[in-house]
């Protein structure tokens, strides 16, 4: 019998409706908080455009900053 929540799962029992994982998400709505949950998987798993525009900018300047780095090593262990 498959999970009433997911739809992928088998469930834990023949008399049970959800799966483990399913389950799981049901105890921790009913211990936070439904709207808790919600805003934390929102804030976490859906990004906007702005906010990957700006991951994004963050992770190039870092990933620029460590080459320059690299680069200015490699010239004064050259000029040596």
């Known amino acids: 019998m498959s999970c009433r929540f997911c739809l992928t799962e088998s469930t834990e029992s ?3 409706s959800w799966c483990a994982r399913c389950h ?3 105890r921790l709505i009913s211990l936070f908080g439904g709207d808790k949950v919600m805003s ?6 859906i990004v906007d ?8 900018k963050e992770e190039l300047k870092g990933e620029l900053t460590t ?4 680069l200015r090593a490699r010239k004064e262990a050259d000029s040596k």
Request: glycine share 4%; no cysteine.
């Open 14 to 16: 023949y008399f049970g």
């Open 40 to 45: 934390i998987l929102e804030n976490v798993l």
């Open 49 to 56: 455009k702005d906010t990957q525009k700006e991951k994004i």
């Open 67 to 70: 080459r320059e780095y690299n």
């Open 24 to 26: 799981r998400l049901q």
